[in-house]
Each structure stands twice: as C-alpha cells, then as structure tokens.
C-alpha cells in the first residue's frame, strides 16, 4: 500500500510495507524541484534514517530497474 500526497514544496509518496512476513517501517519519499529525499523510522536506533538523490542519481536509480547486471552511464540523445 502506498500514499501519495502534494504538498506546497514537494510531492510526498508513502510506502507501507504489508504481508505476513518481517516488516519493515514505512519508507517516505519527498520528491523537491532539485533532490529526492527517502527517510525510513529505525526503532532500535530510536532515529530517521535520511538519504538525499539528486535528480541525476533519481534517473541513474529509475533505469538501473530495468537492466541486467553490468556498469552503466546514461547520455542524453541528440
């Protein structure tokens, strides 16, 4: 399940982790003009776990999904 929110700076997605095995926290995602942030609760550290992408990496990490293992660089079509 997933919850997707439009705030005034960012658009805020919600990932709930659901089934019947481990699960794990929630992870949310804020998407800015100019980065991604993904902040995951970790109980027994009592903390926000908090990476920041720039856009650059968001779309490196958006293609990776799609291909086989190797060592990739995107380039722009002209």
Known sequence: MFTIEH????????????????LREDVTINAFEDCVTL????????KVHKIT???SQ???LA???DLPEGVYQLRRAR
Not at 9 to 22: N, Q, W
Not at 39 to 46: A, F, H, L, M, T
């Open 63 to 65: 293609a990776a999904l």
């Open 39 to 46: 902040e995951q609760w970790e109980p027994q550290e009592d």
């Open 7 to 22: 705030e005034f700076d960012a658009t805020v997605v919600t990932l709930v982790d659901e089934g019947e095995a481990f």
């Open 53 to 55: 992408l720039s856009m």
């Open 58 to 60: 968001l779309r490196d």
